[in-house]
C-alpha cells in the first residue's frame, strides 16, 4: 500500500512540474542583450618623429655591386604609442 501511494505522489509532482515546465514553453523568450558597439580606435593626435636617425651600413661588395632592397615592418602602438608588437 505504501509502494502504491509513493507512486502516485511521484506521479502527481511530475505532472505538476511537467505542466508548470510547459507552460515556460509557451511564453515568447526575452529579446537577447543588445550588443555593445567596441570602443573607437584611438585617433593619431600628432604624427610620428624620428628621434635618431641611423644610415644603414651596406656590405662593400653589395654597395659596389648596386644591390639594394626594401624591408617592410608591421608595428603594433598601443594607445600611449609606445610599440608593443613588431613584425619583420
Known amino acids: 500500500m505504501r509502494r502504491a501511494a509513493a507512486r502516485a505522489s511521484a506521479a502527481m509532482l511530475t505532472l505538476a512540474f511537467a505542466s508548470a515546465a510547459r ?8 529579446p537577447p542583450p543588445a550588443r555593445a558597439e567596441p570602443a573607437p580606435a584611438p585617433k593619431l593626435t600628432k604624427p610620428p618623429v624620428v628621434k ?3 644610415e644603414p651600413v651596406y656590405p662593400r661588395e653589395a654597395f659596389a655591386a648596386g644591390l639594394a632592397g626594401d624591408v617592410t615592418l608591421t608595428l603594433d602602438l598601443d594607445a600611449e604609442g609606445h610599440v608593443t608588437n613588431v613584425v619583420v
Open 23 to 30: 507552460a515556460q514553453l509557451d511564453q515568447p523568450l526575452p
Open 52 to 54: 635618431k636617425p641611423v
